[in-house]
């Protein structure tokens, strides 16, 4: 998975303009970041259409605040520049919960 900082730029409408993204907010420091970052790369792989993008929270809380990120790990879907959904809460996320996010956005 990609990190934000591996981009151009930060600009969220610049970012996702082409195509089906989805952001992962998370912190070092985050205990239910560290329990879902495992399985990452399987949620990757079974939704190829997004292209998986890694946010610091801590780094980027600008971003954070101008999207109204309170809680972490959160996931933010954009399609074409345009957020399509949100799974944005400070609670632990399952695999499955995950999955069955990306699953309503379709």
Known sequence: MKKLADYQTTNVQELTKNGKFMLFFEADWCPDCKFIEPLMPEIEAEYPEYQFIEVDRD????????????????????????????????DRKTKQEVETFINSLN
């Open 59 to 90: 780094e980027y809380m600008d971003l954070a605040k101008e999207l109204g990120i309170m809680g972490i790990p959160s996931f933010v879907a954009f399609a074409d520049g345009k957020e399509i959904g949100r799974f944005v809460n400070k």
